[in-house]
Structure formats: C-alpha cells, structure tokens
C-alpha cells in the first residue's frame, strides 16, 4: 500500500519546533516536506545543542524525511524560486515573525487568490490579531501566559514542563488541520487558510484546570506528580525505590486498600469511599497508603498492583526508557540517516496495519538546492543558489 500522504508536496518556511512537528509527521506519512532554510544559517535549532555526534538533538528529532532548500529571500530570485515552488505544492506552512512572511509576499491571501486550492498554514504565538501579536512567544513564555506553569510544579514552587508542550500542542493542531483541509479539499477542491498560535493550543489544553477555576472557582493547586482532584494519585515509598500509583474511581480504592495493601479497614472507612472525601482527606490517605508501599519492593508491588488491575507505573529516567522492554518489544526502533552518520530514531506513534511509514534521513543545510533548483530550471549562475 502507498503511504497515506504520498503525492502531497509541503513546503515549509519553517524553523525551532512547532511547525517542524507538523511537517516532520507529514513527512513521515509520506509527504514531500520542503524545508525552507536561509542561506549559510539555516533553521536555528540546529544550533541548540550537538549532542547526537555534533547535531542538534532538537534538529535530528524534527526534520527527518524532509529536503533542505537554502534561499535568501531577500533577494528577488530567491523569492521567486519559493513562489514557484509554491506554485507546485498542496500545502503552505510558515512560523516566521509575525507578519514576516507576507511582507517578503507569501501571506494567505495572496497566495490564496492565485490558487484557491492550496491550504496555507500561518503559525505565530498569539495568533494574528489582539494586544499580544507581535509578542515574542517562546514556548516557556506562553507557558506562562497560559497558566500551564501556574499548575506545574511542587507546592513550594512553580516549573515549566520539562518538554516544550506549548510548541508540540501547536505543532499537532497545525498537523490535524492540514489533514482535515486535505480531506475537505479532496471534496470540495477548495483550499484553506488556517491559522494557529501556541497561545491558543497551550489554553485549549488548559481544559480541566479551566474549568475548576471558572465553575469551581478555585486555582488547582500544583501538586508535584500528584494529581489535584484525585486521591490516591502519586508517588509512594518501597522498600528500595518508589512507585506511582493513580486510582481512578471508588472501587479502584477498595482493591487497592483491601486487596493489594492489606488494610480492609481503609477500604470500609466511610470517609474515603469517594474520590471527593479522600481528596479532602489527601494527607491521611497518602500517609495510610505509603506506610504500606514501604513493607514491598518496587518489583514486588509492581506486579501485585499490575495483577489487582491498579493502574501504576514505574518512575524512569531517560535511560530506563530507553531501555523500556515495551519499547524493544514491538520493535519501535529504527536507523536514520544524517550527515554524521546513522542514528537511532522511534517509529511514528500512529502506526498504520498495511505499511510502515516513513523515516528518511535527516537533511545537512542546503543538501537538496541543487536538485531543487534544478527541477525548478533555474540558471547556473542563479544567486538563489547555495555556493558550497
């Protein structure tokens, strides 16, 4: 079977995370991704680190599977060489300043008006309009614009997630938009324009938090890896470690109590027979469910939790996830091709019965100008080109 996005051409001016995101699933659904780069720097996360044999870690986990277009699109021919690749794509993406890309002429608009069926894509921090549009909108900014680190983090202090979630939300709502206006144009045959911001993205994600402060009235408090509005849902000692443990209804915390920790007298207390007493009992309850954790070890417990049916979970570093055996299992490792040689990469999560989808190699800065150029019959002596 072909793989699902074969025949679609993307070309992204794209650069950091968020649209990256977007346009590497695309590539690996089989998309032609065009990643637009400025000459001589290119995408700045390249830059971030050299941790994977002197490549960005962000890069390499990004911009697999895509081709590498070098172009100064200050100058008029490397303008006109976007524009006519543009003119030959089903999608356009860009996360450039705002307003940037429609003042070098690429905004929605005008592209839309030359072809209807292209779905243009804008990506910004706060969108188009409003008081914060021109705002600088790193992820850990509109993290905190959000509210996300305002729940994130101890009692005693706040924190940013430890992974950019404001890029990945935006990233994944541009990705599910351009599916569903290919889907709509493959009816229809009409294009789209579609805008997303990391501020939007990261508030929608909001949800339940949101939620309790406009109908509850009340700021969640942050809670560690707890969880605010269940009990018993954290972390608890073992005699060598510690485990997580979340329960998540009422007969959960009978065979948790009764069952697996041996204290029937928990399980018939009547003032944690609901999620709602335990939770305003949460100090009684976590300490009466770590005095027991401790009598186990972590593999002990582990396995008589897994076999109550009591949702818990190790607490890994990167290493031991690495390492995971579910991940060795299903055999979700693969190779990946870069300039520094081949590297280990995951499997896409969506994984398809029929084909396995795509991983192409990661792309040095400029590696396919040539090629590209060339398709587009452009001049030798074009200065569009990238002189190596």
């Known amino acids: 079977m072909p793989l699902p996005l074969a025949g679609i051409t993307v070309v992204a001016l794209e650069q950091a995370v968020a649209a990256p995101l977007a346009t590497r699933h695309l590539a690996d659904m089989g998309a032609r991704v065009i990643k637009v780069e400025r000459v001589g720097e290119g995408d700045f996360a390249?830059?971030?680190?050299?941790?994977?044999?002197g490549l960005a870690s962000h890069f390499v986990w990004l911009n697999r599977g895509k081709e590498s277009l070098a172009l100064d699109l200050k100058s008029s021919?490397?303008?006109?060489?976007?524009?006519?690749l543009i003119d030959r794509a089903d999608v356009f993406l860009q996360n450039l300043a705002p307003g940037a890309a429609a003042r070098l002429g690429f905004g929605a608009d005008e592209l839309r008006a030359d072809h209807p069926d292209l779905i243009v894509v804008d990506m910004s921090g706060y969108g188009d309009a409003g008081p914060y549009r021109e705002r600088k909108a790193y992820d850990m900014l509109v993290q905190a614009e959000a509210g996300l680190i305002s729940v994130t983090g101890t009692v005693d202090e706040a924190a940013k997630t430890g992974i950019p979630t404001s890029d990945i939300a935006a990233g994944m709502y541009a990705l599910t938009s351009i599916l569903g206006a290919l889907v709509r144009r493959g009816v229809t045959g009409v294009g789209a324009a579609v805008s997303v911001s990391m501020f939007d993205a990261t508030v929608e994600w909001m949800g339940h938090p949101m939620y309790m402060?406009?109908?509850?009235?009340?700021?969640?408090?942050?809670?560690?890896?707890?969880?605010?509005?269940?009990?018993?849902?954290?972390?608890y000692p073992t005699s060598d470690g510690e485990i997580l443990i979340g329960v998540q209804n009422?007969?959960?915390?009978q065979v948790l109590a009764g069952e697996v920790l041996g204290r029937p007298d928990l399980a018939a207390d009547p003032r944690y027979a609901t999620n709602i007493g335990r939770v305003g009992a949460r100090v009684d309850v976590d300490a009466a469910v770590a005095a027991e954790t401790k009598r186990f070890t972590t593999a002990e417990l582990d396995e008589k939790l897994a076999a109550a049916g009591i949702p818990a979970a190790e607490i890994r570093e990167l290493?031991?996830?690495?390492?995971?055996?579910?991940?060795?299992?299903?055999?979700?490792?693969?190779?990946?091709?870069t300039e520094a040689g081949p590297i280990r990469a995951l499997l896409p999560p969506m994984?398809?019965?029929?084909?396995?989808?795509?991983m192409g190699a990661v792309p040095s800065l400029g590696q396919h100008t040539e090629a590209i150029l060339a398709e587009l019959a452009h001049d030798e002596t074009d200065p569009a080109r990238v002189i190596e």
């Not at 390249?46 to 044999?53: E, I």
């Not at 009422?250 to 915390?253: A, C, E, F, I, K």
């Open 351 to 358: 994984t398809f019965a029929d084909v396995e989808l795509s």
């Open 46 to 53: 390249r830059n971030y680190d050299d941790a994977v044999h």
């Open 213 to 235: 402060r406009l109908y509850g009235d009340r700021q969640i408090a942050r809670s560690g890896v707890g969880h605010a509005a269940i009990v018993p849902y954290d972390r």
């Open 77 to 84: 021919s490397g303008r006109d060489a976007l524009r006519r």
């Open 250 to 253: 009422d007969r959960g915390w």
């Open 319 to 337: 290493d031991g996830v690495v390492a995971h055996p579910q991940l060795s299992g299903r055999d979700r490792w693969r190779e990946v091709d």
